[in-house]
């Protein structure tokens, strides 16, 4: 039995609704992205020595899918950071005009 999947939502209605476009798009799909990372795990294959696997091997591709997770998660922060510097300047934006009324 897999885990029930969990999808992000694409943007809040912040985002979209009035925003200053200064949102960056989700430059990859988080889910395909996850997907390839599980499909390089489940084909992961270890050089052998006379002991079991070799552990410099063994290491390298740990590091790989380090990589991979970091980066993705890098897209994420710039995302949501972004997200919620646009969600600050439209909060501003109508404190100011609350102030003027």
Known sequence: MSAPERRLPASPPFATSG???RVPP???DVDAVLDSISRRI???RFRRSPWG?????VMAKIHGLDAMYRSLLREQ???YQALLEDRDRQLRLLQRRLDRN
């Open 19 to 21: 925003g200053s476009g």
């Open 26 to 28: 989700r430059s990859r």
């Open 42 to 44: 489940g084909s992961l």
């Open 53 to 57: 696997a070799d552990e410099s091997d």
């Open 77 to 79: 922060d710039d995302r």
